[in-house]
């Protein structure tokens, strides 16, 4: 990529400060995001993606806490920055859609007074330059703007969610952060707003860092795709390379996990195990006690990110001169507590 | 209540137009939402029938009428060949219960947070079967944690300390001790991971085919309904649009609506191409419904018919060779081709 990153994250770490500990919810991640591109993020519920999004768009409330790293937006690091310095960023060059639009709305405002309030908060104030934005993105995302007077509960889900995007639009942002914005949604509405979100970023040049526990959903969307597991990148390479070629063991139980609507049906296994409690990290690779193709290294020797082809896995199979001897403990499958 | 019919059927339970309205709005614009419309299926035993629509179809309502949560507005259910309306006693209506238990959608919501597991599991074999000792029932409790999958020790557990899928484990644990013979699923792997989701569907087979128990499973993934279910029923807006033996309907989607929600599913293994159709359109809130196919405002084929008479659902001719297989569409039915979406 010749253009420099719209956002480059490095080495960040949020922590939790629990009674029962400290929990490392996002453990030293790096990722940049060019412009006008789609990153997809996808993990296992606890896998730590939601609260690295909270980390990029300084939205950390305590518990959490950043324990280190930097967020560095267009060269500016905003780790640090106040409310003040930060509200000159936000919505204007990175907005953020979270997950439920049905919570993220205000019940009791239309949309029109909430576009209105967004606007205002960031320098929008001429009264007809309001309506005519707001008129505009509505139109956007395919909703007629007679719905500005409307309440959120007079929408449907499909339509608070396309709302919510084109609340994020208002300023035409450079990078817009997206927390599972189809999840509540079904199928062929899922289809449809993903198809959206992928129209208006070609039309208007958007990067997107996308969130999603469903892999399958953005296989045709996003550019990149990074894998998290336990608070760490497992994986992070080009969409496609990562669908056709998935290196890590993880990602591969992961894509071998979705029932398929066409071909043979065979009998899918899953991964056994559930993902590791974050308060009591084991030493090694976190994926050991689940991972099927494990050898006795992996149990004391916490993998490296390594490159391979373009993309980084975090496994040992993939450091220089390893050698993989078969663990001589019993398959995972085996010993496991079903969960 | 075991003896059947005259002629024996491996028929476990049946719907006759069955059908549920909600009366909404204040007493000046009373009107009537139709949540399940005249809707007509079987469940026959040692089988898993797979409910698929969108939210707002009528899924949920569908299970809570069999669960005899809400009463039908009319139209009968009948099981192991007795109306359900005819059930009287307190006796009778546990006895009904305990064989047809639900499975709820969301596992940290279903189980009490403040008991051990244990809980739920023994009250309700107190509540089912109360022949059973103290003892037995401890070893019965047991015995379905094995079933499910999970270690007896796990019993003494607070739900806290289990996972979505182990709690979602327990949820079927409590719908087995009382026996059942048909299980209403809610969209009970909706919220867990994809690396769970697997297990579960592995152990609804599992139910199926060594416990002999039949299962409706209520979802909106119809990839995982291929993955365990036997039959599939498409709904839409409150009726069926499409059924049959699932392999036979996803190879062959006769109704708009279904092809349009198989085009839909992600596949990553599908060539990429963001070029598919898209539909903008909304399913519809069905109140007080003039007559007429209620999928007509999304479908590209609309024929005149389509906005008067609403479509019954029946076999098409073609399809004499394989029987099962109905759709509720006037296009379908002439005998054309139908290709509204392709996936």
């Known amino acids: 990529m010749t253009d420099p990153p719209v956002l480059e994250v490095s080495r960040l770490s949020v922590e939790y400060i629990l009674d029962r500990g400290t929990v490392r919810a996002v453990d030293d991640v790096s990722f940049t995001v060019g412009p006008g591109e789609f990153l997809g993020i996808v993990g296992e519920s606890g896998c730590g993606k939601s609260t690295l999004l909270f980390a990029v768009a300084q939205l950390l409330a305590p518990p959490a806490r950043l324990a280190g790293g930097t967020v560095r937006f267009n060269g500016t690091n905003l780790v640090g920055l106040t409310d ?12 953020v859609v979270m997950q439920s639009a049905m919570n993220a709305l205000n019940p009791v405002k239309s949309i029109g007074a909430q576009f209105k309030d967004a606007l205002q908060a960031h320098g929008t104030t001429g009264k007809e330059e309001i309506h005519t934005r707001s008129a505009e993105v509505l139109r956007m995302v395919g909703i007629d703007p007679v719905h500005l007077h409307s309440y959120p509960h007079q929408l449907s889900g499909g339509m608070r969610q ?9 300023f035409t942002p450079e990078l817009v952060i997206m927390d599972e914005p189809t999840s509540a949604l079904d199928v062929v509405a899922q289809r449809s707003l993903m198809v959206q979100i992928k129209e208006l970023q070609d039309r208007y040049g958007f990067a997107v860092i996308f969130v999603t526990h469903d892999m399958s959903l953005i296989s045709h969307f996003s550019d990149r795709l990074m894998v998290m597991y336990a608070g760490q990148v497992s994986e992070l390479g080009a969409t496609r390379s990562v669908f056709d070629e998935p290196r890590h063991p993880y990602t591969q139980g992961l894509l071998e996990a979705f029932p398929s609507i066409r071909g043979p049906r065979k009998p899918l296994k899953g991964i056994p195990g559930s993902p590791p409690n974050l308060v009591l990290i084991p030493s090694g690779c976190r994926f050991y006690p689940r991972c099927p193709r494990r050898w006795d290294q992996c149990k004391e020797q916490a993998p490296g990110l390594y490159e391979r082809d373009g993309s980084l896995v975090r496994c040992l199979l993939f450091e220089d001169g390893a050698k993989p001897v078969p663990s001589t403990a019993d398959d995972p499958a085996a010993d496991r507590s079903p969960a | 209540m075991t003896e059947r019919g005259p002629e024996p059927s491996p028929e476990l339970l049946r719907t006759d137009h069955l059908t549920r309205h909600f009366k909404i709005g204040g007493a000046l614009s009373r009107r009537t939402l139709h949540a399940v419309d005249d809707v007509n299926f079987s469940i026959g035993q040692r089988e898993i029938v797979a409910l698929a629509g969108e939210s707002g179809s009528g899924k949920s309502t569908i299970a809570r009428l069999l669960a005899q949560i809400y009463e039908p507005t009319s139209g009968a259910i009948t099981y192991e060949g007795k109306p359900l309306s005819a059930i009287r006693s307190r006796r009778d209506r546990l006895r009904y219960s305990g ?31 109360p022949e059973l000792t103290a003892r037995q029932r401890e070893a019965e409790a047991a015995r379905v944690f094995e079933v499910v999958g999970l270690d007896a020790e796990m019993l003494q557990r607070y739900p806290y300390e289990l996972s979505g899928g182990q709690r979602q484990r327990v949820g079927f644990a409590q719908a087995l001790v009382t026996r059942p013979k048909l299980i209403l699923a809610d969209e009970p792997v909706s919220m867990l991971d994809v690396s769970i989701r697997i297990g579960l569907l592995n152990l609804m087979a599992k139910l199926r085919d060594e416990e002999g128990v039949s299962i409706l499973y209520i979802t909106h993934d119809i990839a995982s309904a291929r ?16 059924s049959g033996p699932i392999e036979e309907v996803l190879a062959n989607p006769r109704h708009p609506y279904t092809q349009l929600l198989l085009s839909a599913v992600p596949d990553p293994r599908a060539e990429p191409s963001v070029a598919a159709e898209i539909d903008h359109g909304e399913p519809p809130r069905v109140i007080d419904p003039s007559p007429g196919c209620r999928f007509r405002w999304r479908c590209p084929l609309t024929i005149e018919k389509c906005e008067q008479v609403t479509p019954v659902l029946s076999q098409l001719i073609a399809d004499q060779p394989l029987p099962g297989h109905e759709v509720a569409c006037h296009v379908a039915q002439t005998g054309a081709e139908v290709k509204a979406f392709s996936s």
């Open chain 1, 84 to 95: 003040k310095q930060l509200s000159v960023v936000r919505w204007r060059q990175l907005s």
């Open chain 1, 162 to 170: 396309r709302s919510m995007i084109a609340m994020a639009m208002l």
């Open chain 2, 227 to 242: 993955y365990v279910a036997d039959r599939l029923i498409v709904m839409y807006a409150g009726q069926i649009a499409e």
């Open chain 2, 99 to 129: 064989q047809v238990p639900m499975v709820f959608q969301d596992p940290f919501a279903s189980i009490n947070p403040v008991f051990r597991v244990s809980h739920g599991v023994l009250r309700s074999l107190k509540l089912h079967r």
